[in-house]
């Protein structure tokens, strides 16, 4: 009695333990909703995109800040030389020991020209030589003002292309940042309905097992009374065993699943996660016409299309001017002054100019001028091309989407009413085999569709809601609230 009794204990203390375990681990429900919204605020691939925005975003800003005036400070503080230099005179050659020390101080404003591609600028700087010798010899050189301009005259301007390609390029980052994120619904879509379809198959095997192992204790009671045979009772048993080994696998699928959205929603490895299987959806038929005018109209692509097709053209105007005759113009207007004081060296400045014109004229180049400005313009005819495909390709890519999703809703229809069906069919089958109608087979073949239809319903429901956000990153719009997918700011640190 008293074995039975520690025995008892020990089962008892046991089941305890597991039990204190399993409160231990705190069960989190998640709709779909909630699970894209988790996606979208922590996921690496929401992070990631946001990464990638905040690159483009200040790469843009350097673009702007090209333009803008630039004031910098250099000096030289202070130079110092000790040699034995040679001097010519009348009278012949000589050397003699220099020992000086050189001090320098600028100020300079810079500002680039968009229009003609050039530059100007302001500058004021001043200089003191120390010479030493027997006694010190101090000089200054003054420059306070200098005004003056740096222009090719018929070279390529980049910031006159720059300043129509750039904003195309970070329009055309918004637009990739806004179908990165709708990547990252698809993606969450996929993780939630792969544990999904996993915890529904755990519950089927359990309720399957639970049947399997009713009939069995039904059919061992016949077996004993002579009202079934023996290989009717043996593949009971068989499917009994099945259902118990497809408990187990089903168990261990759902923990892998688990493992894949926890990792990719970064959830705390201390939740079991308990999904609620959606609704079904209710968004509205999609007309192809307005799906393939908002793509063209908000991707991406179409921003990048006209992007490329500019920075052909681009190639093809720089090839041109940097193989034809050239000239650079420098002109520079300023006041200067020498004096052996600081004071002195401001005093009554005098004007100085300069002015430089530089030309460069291709005479002999065997034929390189002509096969790089060729070369360009069939660069900028592929691209052109690929273009024009891709447009197609585009459209085309929208057009079949739609054609899915629609059908989808009915195939969604149809998978639902199966689903009821079959499950009906199973229980009446059941209680037909209960009153001895119907053998064994019969009741296994419609427990086998009744799983499949319900995962089938399930299948159905994924493929729905996968194609709706597909079609809303093909567009980037919104079909339910019908308007474009807003872009926000506030949804990424750093930027201004």
Known sequence: MMKYLRLYLLILLVLTAFGYADAQQKVKHLTLDEVIGIAKRQSPDALTAMHRFRSSYWQYRNYKAEFMPRLSLDGTLPSLSRSIEKITTPQGDFFYERNLANYSAGLSLTKNIGLTGGQIFLNSDLQRIDIFSDS?????????????????LFGYNSYRWARKIEPMRYNEAERKYIEDVEQVSISAVNYFFSLLDAQIRLKIQQFNLANNDTLYHIARGRFNIGTIAENELLQIELSLLNARAAVESASLDVEMKMFSLKSFLRLPDDESLQLVLPVSPKSPVIDAQLAVSEGRENRADAVG????????????????????????????????????????????????????????????DWGLRRG??????????????????????????????????????GQLEIAAKSDTVAVKRY????QRYLIGKIGIIDLNLAQTEKDNAQQGYISALATYWRSYYELRKLTLYDFEASRRIPFNFSDIPDVE
């Open 372 to 409: 790089k400005i060729k070369l360009a313009e069939s660069d900028r005819e592929l691209v052109r091309t690929s273009v024009q495909q891709e447009m197609v390709d585009f459209d085309q890519q929208i057009f079949l989407k739609v054609m899915q999703f629609n059908m989808q809703r």
């Open 136 to 152: 010190t010899v101090t000089s200054y050189l003054s420059s306070p003002l200098n005004i003056g301009i740096r222009q090719p």
């Open 305 to 364: 299309f006209e992007r490329r097709l500019i920075t052909a053209e681009s190639q093809v105007n720089q090839a041109r001017a940097e193989t034809r005759f050239n000239a650079n113009l420098y002109a520079v207007y300023g006041l200067t002054q020498s004096a052996s004081d600081l004071v002195s060296v401001y005093k009554n400045p005098q004007d100085q100019q300069r002015l430089m014109l530089g030309i460069q004229v291709p005479i002999l």
């Open 427 to 430: 229980e009446v089958t059941k």
